[in-house]
């Protein structure tokens, strides 16, 4: 460790795994006395913040790495997040416990929303939740991005851009009943059987992957005293597992959302911009979700220009997120402050900003849009990610590879090519 790279010492980053626990039996604890059910947001939040760190699992590195290494598996886990969402909102809807409200089809914001997106992720070195996660680490860069996340979403929604977004926001389309467009409302198969398509396609494809690649046999292991669930929670996971892991968290998520007024899964990138707008403004409304039977109702205060609603659901996501963040890195040893070049730390700036426009004009980022977005099957949700991809992919050859116009063309050609003979 060189001079400009400080660690966290042992006992203090154990110690923020106990607090966490701590405050998220206190957090349940607390909503199920005072019926507040928006307080059940925190576990989420930390929750989804321990995964994504277990699993290293940054939309922006996860397509990167892909040009970059040859590497699919954060994609992959990715994916197993949104198979594994699919059927818990399949298993959730039959039972009855959740309703599902995919978002709708505005594709020009969409569209112009993922392209801005994606380039921004590129330069600032990850998504919002990457950001969020890498932040809890010590990344300065993923610290710098998040000052200006939240400039870049407002900039869109209370700034120079709104009028426009508000105008290409009305070319909307819609199903053939009046509701969002999904894969279901577009060919006539139910949600229940694209989800099982979904999955079945999934596990077939990782059988034949297994099938085409050498099995790897585990380097011999040496006796260790600790106990097994110490190990599985200090040592990094697969990308697979962390997938797993958020799939399965998400209907949990849908669950606290709906039983606080907010009827969607997991979504970060309008929590971090009331987070800013808690500490920079003044006019506000606080949402906290349906009051508990027999409280007295105070009178909403109307909305009038100005006015900023503050979402508590999603700001107690983001803060949980961080403190979950912070616990996995520390039962790692990760927690490191590490400085970076100045130029580094500016175009971090830049890239948060493009982020923030990004989901501005998108109304999300990775999370909501990709990992909440798809699960429900949602096309506006679609080509966002598409969008997201295309260019992400072509940011990293330009940006982080180096890569010329004349021989784009021959090196996705190549790159691709590797990765099936590999396969």
């Known amino acids: 460790m060189n001079s400009a790279e400080r660690e966290i010492p042992h006992r203090p980053q154990r110690a923020i795994f106990l607090l966490n626990v701590i405050i998220a039996i206190g957090s349940l604890l607390f909503a199920a006395i005072t019926k507040r059910w928006v307080w059940t947001a925190v576990p989420v939040g930390q929750l989804f913040g321990f995964f994504l760190q277990k699993g290293d699992l940054c939309g922006a590195s996860a397509f990167s790495e892909v040009l970059l290494q040859r590497d699919t598996r954060k994609v992959f886990g990715l994916w197993v997040a949104i198979v594994v969402s699919m059927i818990a909102f399949v298993l959730g809807s039959a039972a009855g416990l959740v309703t599902l409200a995919p978002k ?8 112009l929303g993922g392209l801005i997106f994606g380039a921004g992720t590129v330069l600032a070195g990850g998504c919002i939740s990457g950001c969020l996660y890498k932040s809890a680490m010590g990344n300065l860069n993923s610290i710098a991005a ?43 198969i139910p949600f229940w059987g694209w989800a099982a398509i979904f999955t079945l396609l999934t596990a077939a494809a990782v059988g034949f992957r297994r099938k085409l690649l050498p099995s790897e046999k585990s380097a011999p292991r040496g ?4 106990p097994p669930i110490k190990r599985f929670l200090e040592k990094p996971w697969k990308p697979w597992q962390a997938g797993l892991a958020i799939g399965l968290l998400a209907v949990f998520a849908l669950l606290s959302s709906a ?25 506000l409304i606080h949402a906290f979700g349906p009051s508990p039977a ?3 109702i105070k009178p909403v205060p109307a909305f009038h220009p100005g006015t900023k609603k503050i979402t508590w659901w999603l700001v107690l996501v983001v803060a949980g997120l961080f403190l979950g963040a912070l616990a996995a890195a520390g039962l790692s040893s990760r927690i490191r402050l590490e400085s970076k070049p100045p130029a580094q730390i500016l175009t971090a700036m830049l890239g948060g900003f493009l982020v923030g426009v990004g989901a501005g004009f998108a109304s999300g980022c990775v999370v909501g849009n990709i990992l909440s977005g798809w699960a429900l099957m949602s096309i506006g949700m679609f080509l966002f990610g598409f969008a997201v991809i295309l260019s992400n992919w072509i940011m990293t050859y330009f940006y982080l590879m180096g890569g010329t116009l004349a021989e784009m063309p021959a090196t996705f050609r190549l790159i691709f090519k590797r990765r099936r003979d590999e396969q």
């Open 294 to 296: 027999g409280e007295v």
């Open 104 to 111: 709708p089809l505005l594709w020009i914001n969409d569209i």
């Open 146 to 188: 998040l000052l200006t996340i939240p400039a870049g979403i407002a900039f869109v929604e209370h700034g120079p851009l709104t009028a426009f977004s508000g105008s290409i926001k009305s070319v909307k389309s819609t199903a053939s009943g009046g509701g969002p467009v999904t894969l279901s409302s577009l060919t006539g």
């Open 223 to 226: 006796v260790s005293s600790r």
């Open 259 to 283: 039983s606080s007024g907010r009827n969607y899964p997991i979504g970060v990138a309008h929590g971090v911009l009331h987070i800013q707008e808690l500490v920079t403004e003044n006019n």
